[in-house]
């Protein structure tokens, strides 16, 4: 007992003589001129496939029908940035490999964001790079998404490759019912090796944004300038009507765009068009901690359901065994075309109910998410669950489980199900 006396007086002495001699070093706290990290994935996906589709034989053409597939991929996305004197590099970078029993693809580096940005003063920025911008306040779909690419609704916030652009950036907060100002001006430039998946053809693609804060009211006004896409212009908005309830909205207008459809026959024609395009959501977090999200989204360049049933039926005819070389190579052609996009109707619902820590599981959380296409009555619903309790490690799974009428958006995909699950280590 009086060596463990000894033992704990000389424990305590010693620590005070170290609190006495403690210094506050400032430049432990500083901020590094430096960052770097990325993340190592490794996803394995079970698909129940529709092998007698036409989505399938496009997929993998000359395949026998198959029913079932697995696949796994490996990605790794490496980040970093540093900073000097007002001046900051950044790059964000991403390579893959994915296999399944049919097919093989390899992706060896791409870029996905990063350049150079100088603050040339508290309120003024100057980018040029390789950026993805943000435009909108849509979960799942952004109408005024007018100088980025796409969001996936499956995976809304999945990493996304940006376009090569330069940009200015000046913001000013103000005293009154606006109390804060933004403006950012854009050109997207294009020709035939630079920006080519956003228009080939030779143009600066102007475009730019006002933020308003507004009556404690988020507001955009957007603008891209006709060139390699047409002219849009559109509005944002999001407030907090409560502290549990927000909503939010966008609309955008496009002009003389060209819309493509294709007959039962084959026969495609394009007209020209001028539509809107709106989104209007919510987001509200129940008492019992549930987050719901909540989004109807129209498309007025979409297709409807009966121009849809039209393409349905012609890539059966197109794809079908004994179908001539010319039918194929359209059907692939029309296939890769507005059809193609991860959404091409016009009316949607998506709605989201999620939770963490449910059932007082630590670190876990759960989500169920429905998408549907109105017009034809086909749907999705993805339910998953994830786990972050290990030290940069998250663990996910997921199903996207397919159905609705025959012929319909959602039931002529390539799979009916699908499961996926993945581990991604951050570092």
């Known amino acids: 007992m009086k060596a463990c006396a000894v033992a704990m007086l000389w424990i305590l002495s010693s620590m005070a003589a170290q609190a006495e001699e403690f210094v506050f070093d400032a430049s432990e706290f500083e901020k590094k001129p430096y960052e770097f990290g990325g993340y190592l994935e490794q996803k394995f996906e079970t698909l129940s496939l529709r092998g007698d589709s036409s989505a399938y034989r496009i997929a993998y053409p000359g395949e026998a029908p198959r029913d079932w597939l697995n696949r796994t991929t490996t990605t790794l996305e490496l980040s970093g940035k540093t900073s000097w004197r007002g001046f900051t590099a950044d790059a964000r970078a991403q390579a893959s490999y994915a296999a399944d029993t049919l097919l093989e693809r390899v992706s060896y580096g791409a870029l996905m964001d990063g350049g150079l940005r100088w603050s040339a003063g508290p309120a003024l920025t100057v980018d040029l790079g390789k950026r993805v911008q943000r435009w909108g306040k849509g979960y799942a779909w952004n109408p005024v998404g007018f100088v980025e690419r796409p969001k996936d609704p499956v995976d809304p916030t999945a990493s996304r490759e940006g376009f090569v652009m330069a940009g ?192 007082g599981w630590l670190y876990g959380s759960v989500a169920l998410t429905t998408m549907a296409n109105i017009g034809d009555g086909s749907w999705q619903i993805q339910p998953e669950v994830s786990y972050t309790g290990f030290s940069n490690l998250e663990l996910r799974s997921r199903a996207i489980l397919l159905g609705g009428p025959e012929d319909a958006e959602f039931t002529t995909k390539t799979s009916n199900w699908r499961l996926e699950a993945y581990a991604r280590w951050f570092f």
């Not at 049933?309 to 692939?332: E, I, P």
Request: hydrophobic residues 35%; glycine residues 10%.
């Open 168 to 359: 200015v950036e000046w913001n000013r907060s103000l005293a009154g019912p606006v109390s804060a100002l933004g403006l950012t001006g854009l050109v997207v430039p294009t020709n035939d090796n630079l920006n080519n998946d956003f228009g080939k053809q030779q143009n600066p693609n102007p475009a730019a944004k006002l933020y308003l804060l507004a009556w404690d009211t988020d507001v955009d006004l957007m603008w891209r300038g006709e060139g390699a896409r047409p002219q849009s212009f559109g509005a944002d908005f999001s407030r907090n009507l409560s502290p549990a309830l927000e909503v939010h909205g966008e609309w955008a207008r496009t002009l003389d765009a060209t819309r493509t459809t294709v007959s039962e026959s084959g026969v495609s024609s394009s007209t020209p068009l001028d539509y809107n395009a709106f989104l209007i959501g919510l987001r509200y977090l129940t008492l019992g901690e549930i987050t719901l999200i909540g989004e109807y989204y129209y498309n007025g360049g979409g297709y409807t359901a009966d121009e849809l049933d039209d393409y349905y039926a012609f890539m059966d005819r197109a794809t079908v065994q004994g179908a001539s070389a010319s039918l194929s190579s359209k059907a692939r052609t029309v296939a890769q075309s507005g059809y193609a996009k991860a959404n091409p109707g016009q009316d949607y619902l998506y709605l989201k109910a999620s939770k963490a820590e449910p059932f």
